[in-house]
């Protein structure tokens, strides 16, 4: 059997050939935001893979593997709709980065397709821990974490049908979408998505060493409150909302849920 170790370098070499041959597709078609619906798929053939080459429970890995597929698969196509729905025009932060790297654009964007790659087998840490571990049966661990995993993938597609539906209206093009889990936290989306990554997370304790499976959803939150999700996100959003995102900044919870001030202090 292939020590764990080693089958994440294959999953990268294999990922890594697999966005390198996306890249070229996204410069044909002259929008990189392609590259975050490759990246949400990703992560189906690196749970199977993992199932398969694993010699655990049978059962253990499979039912992890489903989990994954079913969240990978609704989160690939929420992103396929909005990239493809806006195309032409680029993801905002996609044309930030064209400004931002215009000394050095294609390079340092292979680059990036690469860490893509990377981060996919490094998040995909919870997902090969349970494939080695043998013992028959379920842990409260496991039944925690899949309870876990379908309130946050219920949540999280309830925060994106919501801004959906209020997107389509024409009447809110400026307007800021308050309603719903909107009203609770700005970015219910992402606090869900984080949710899922616990859930994870919480699985793979039932295994040997599943507490390193915590290093998945730490990234996450990572990303999301200090690199690509919310400040990104937000900046865009004050940018074309301005006074009225910042009203929605000092009343409404950035992250977790939780009852928007009543009396905010002046933005």
């Given at each position: 059997m292939i020590p764990a170790w080693q089958l994440a370098l294959l999953a990268l070499a294999g990922l890594g050939a697999l966005f390198a041959a996306f890249l070229p597709v996204c410069r044909r078609i002259d929008n990189y935001g392609f590259v975050d619906v490759a990246w949400s798929y990703a992560f189906i053939p690196l749970a199977w893979f993992y199932a398969a080459a694993g010699d655990g429970w049978l059962p253990r890995r499979l039912v992890l593997a489903t989990m994954v597929t079913v969240w990978s698969a609704r989160l690939g196509a929420h992103l396929l709709g909005r990239v493809a729905a806006h195309h032409p025009q680029e993801d905002g932060r996609y044309q930030q980065l064209r400004r931002d790297w215009a000394g050095g654009f294609a390079p340092r964007m292979a680059g990036f397709f690469q860490l893509q790659a990377a981060s996919v087998v490094f998040l995909g840490l919870p997902f090969l821990l349970p494939v080695f571990h043998q013992a028959d049966g379920w842990s409260p661990w496991e039944f925690i974490g899949s309870g876990l995993w379908l309130a946050a993938l219920a949540g999280e597609s309830r925060a994106d049908s919501q801004l959906a539906r209020f997107k389509r209206d024409p009447a809110n093009r400026r307007r800021v979408?308050?309603?719903?889990?909107?009203?609770?936290?700005?970015?219910?989306?992402?606090?869900?998505?984080?949710?899922?990554?616990?859930?994870?997370?919480?699985?793979?304790?039932?295994?040997?060493?599943?507490?390193?499976?915590?290093?998945?959803?730490?990234?996450?939150?990572?990303?999301?409150?200090?690199?690509?999700?919310?400040?990104?996100t937000e900046g865009q959003a004050v940018r074309s909302k301005g006074a009225a995102y910042r009203r929605y900044q000092a009343t409404t919870s950035a992250f977790i849920p939780w009852f928007p001030k009543t009396n905010p202090p002046s933005p």
């Amino acid at each position: 059997m292939i020590p764990a170790w080693q089958l994440a370098l294959l999953a990268l070499a294999g990922l890594g050939a697999l966005f390198a041959a996306f890249l070229p597709v996204c410069r044909r078609i002259d929008n990189y935001g392609f590259v975050d619906v490759a990246w949400s798929y990703a992560f189906i053939p690196l749970a199977w893979f993992y199932a398969a080459a694993g010699d655990g429970w049978l059962p253990r890995r499979l039912v992890l593997a489903t989990m994954v597929t079913v969240w990978s698969a609704r989160l690939g196509a929420h992103l396929l709709g909005r990239v493809a729905a806006h195309h032409p025009q680029e993801d905002g932060r996609y044309q930030q980065l064209r400004r931002d790297w215009a000394g050095g654009f294609a390079p340092r964007m292979a680059g990036f397709f690469q860490l893509q790659a990377a981060s996919v087998v490094f998040l995909g840490l919870p997902f090969l821990l349970p494939v080695f571990h043998q013992a028959d049966g379920w842990s409260p661990w496991e039944f925690i974490g899949s309870g876990l995993w379908l309130a946050a993938l219920a949540g999280e597609s309830r925060a994106d049908s919501q801004l959906a539906r209020f997107k389509r209206d024409p009447a809110n093009r400026r307007r800021v979408c308050d309603a719903g889990l909107w009203r609770y936290s700005r970015h219910p989306n992402y606090f869900f998505e984080w949710l899922v990554w616990v859930a994870y997370a919480v699985f793979a304790l039932g295994s040997p060493r599943g507490w390193a499976g915590f290093l998945a959803p730490g990234a996450i939150l990572f990303l999301l409150l200090r690199v690509t999700g919310i400040p990104l996100t937000e900046g865009q959003a004050v940018r074309s909302k301005g006074a009225a995102y910042r009203r929605y900044q000092a009343t409404t919870s950035a992250f977790i849920p939780w009852f928007p001030k009543t009396n905010p202090p002046s933005p």
